[in-house]
């Protein structure tokens, strides 16, 4: 008895020390501590979303009023990119200056704090180079416009109610009203919505891309106008990309072949099909007969 008694007090210690040990381990960090391990989870997520799925730009000029007006913040969706999707007619897309688009524009010189904001994807970034505009016409579209309009897709007038109150929808100054183009596969012809205080596709035609904007200079889709919460509001494809024989110049092709293709296909199965009938019938009655 007198042998365990002192077993029992260590024992005791020890389950009291460990008792000890464990609500010093349970005991939580203060928020100090913690803060520089939450901002720095903060700004990775920032720079992921930035990277990968939505950026903040600023609108900077009267091109696309009164859709966006100077000033303006949209956010630009750029996820589907990443999986394969390509500009659509209708859009508003922000890209890169494809060539000399911005020269001789004004560039902001931000303090400290807007850098570090736009370093995160919170505000747009000085360095970069950007444009916002409309898609008029993708790969294998004709795109016209003679004198003030209407403007045609595939020979198909637009009704246009975005473009400028006011504006027609082309201009007969500087050339910017009667062209006729037909879009290269991987890229795109984009005119701004204030189509007389725009300087885009119509007027870049001498440019090394003929005034067409690659695809991949696209950063991706305006999805939706977040900034000032007067002006919010999305920004969707306007149905008139969606009448009907719009796409007849892109589809008419493939359907034709595929037609050319499919009837010597059909005469092929239909007189393969004869003979084996014809030899089945011959067989039967051979067998008839015999017996």
Request: with cysteine; glycine share 12%; charged share 20%.
């Amino acid at each position: 008895m007198t042998d365990q008694g002192p077993a029992d007090g260590d024992g005791a210690e020890a389950a009291a020390g460990d008792g000890g040990e464990s609500k010093q381990q349970k005991k939580p960090r203060s928020f100090w501590k913690e803060l520089p391990l939450l901002i720095g989870i903060a700004l990775v997520l920032a720079l992921l979303i930035k990277t990968f799925l939505v950026q903040a730009f600023s609108i900077p000029s009267a091109s696309m009023e009164n859709t966006l007006k100077i000033g303006d913040r949209v956010l630009v969706d750029k996820l589907t990119p990443w999986f394969g999707s390509k500009p659509e007619r209708g859009e508003v897309i922000v890209f890169h200056d494809p060539d000399g688009w911005l020269e001789g524009e004004p560039t902001s010189d931000p303090n400290a704090v807007q850098q570090v904001l736009s370093w995160i994807g919170l505000m747009p970034s000085a360095d970069e180079k950007d444009l916002i505009k409309r898609v008029i016409g993708v790969g294998g579209d004709t795109v016209e416009c003679n004198g003030t309009g209407p403007l045609k897709v595939n020979g198909k007038a637009l009704n246009e109610p975005y473009v400028y109150p006011g504006n027609t929808p082309c201009t007969a100054d500087n050339g910017g009203g009667t062209f006729k183009v037909k879009v290269p596969a991987g890229k795109v012809w984009v005119m701004g919505d204030h189509r007389q205080d725009s300087m885009d596709s119509r007027y870049h035609q001498s440019d090394k891309n003929s005034g067409f904007v690659p695809v991949d200079n696209v950063v991706g889709r305006a999805i939706v106008v977040a900034w000032p919460p007067t002006h919010w509001s999305t920004l969707p494809v306007p149905d008139t990309f969606d009448q009907s024989g719009i796409n007849a110049a892109a589809s008419a092709a493939p359907g034709a072949l595929g037609l050319a293709g499919a009837v010597p296909l059909v005469l092929w199965r239909r007189r393969k099909i004869n003979k084996s009938l014809t030899e089945g019938n011959t067989g039967v009655s051979a067998t008839g007969t015999a017996g």
